[in-house]
């Protein structure tokens, strides 16, 4: 059974910086597209960044380009979302999310939320004005 597991979320100052990950079991991971997506209260939940393919190629939403960086550690079968310079418009809960390798499909492909097979549970963070 596939699991996704995140991590690292919690209240930080406006301009601070948070690390989340998310660990994943049950599922081939070096295969596996990877990615972000949060939601704020009352709100739809939005497209972070993904990474995918063998060399890692990411892919950003417009609202964290320059300031959020994804990483993936295949030994440890870990995503990374670095997060700099936070704002109060990042507080969200995150979520991670895996979908199978879709080839030559590009990271705005994978910016749709129906392209993704599993979920984790979330982790919060909140940024204080």
């Known amino acids: 059974q596939v699991h996704l597991v995140e991590s690292g979320g919690g209240l930080v100052q406006a301009g601070g910086s948070l690390r989340l990950s998310c660990a994943a079991s049950?599922?081939?991971?070096?295969?596996?597209?990877m990615g972000w997506f949060r939601q704020a209260p009352g709100e739809e939940r939005q497209f972070v960044a993904v990474i995918r393919g063998s060399r890692g190629i990411t892919y950003y939403a417009d609202s964290v380009k320059g300031r959020f960086t994804l990483s993936r550690d295949n030994a440890k079968n870990t995503v990374y979302l670095q997060m700099n310079s936070l704002k109060p418009a990042d507080t969200a809960v995150y979520y991670c999310a895996a979908a199978p390798s879709g080839y030559a499909y590009t990271g705005s492909y994978y910016s749709q939320e129906d392209k993704y097979n599993y979920w984790g549970q979330g982790t919060q963070v909140t940024v204080a004005s």
């Open positions: 049950g599922l081939t991971f070096s295969t596996n597209v």
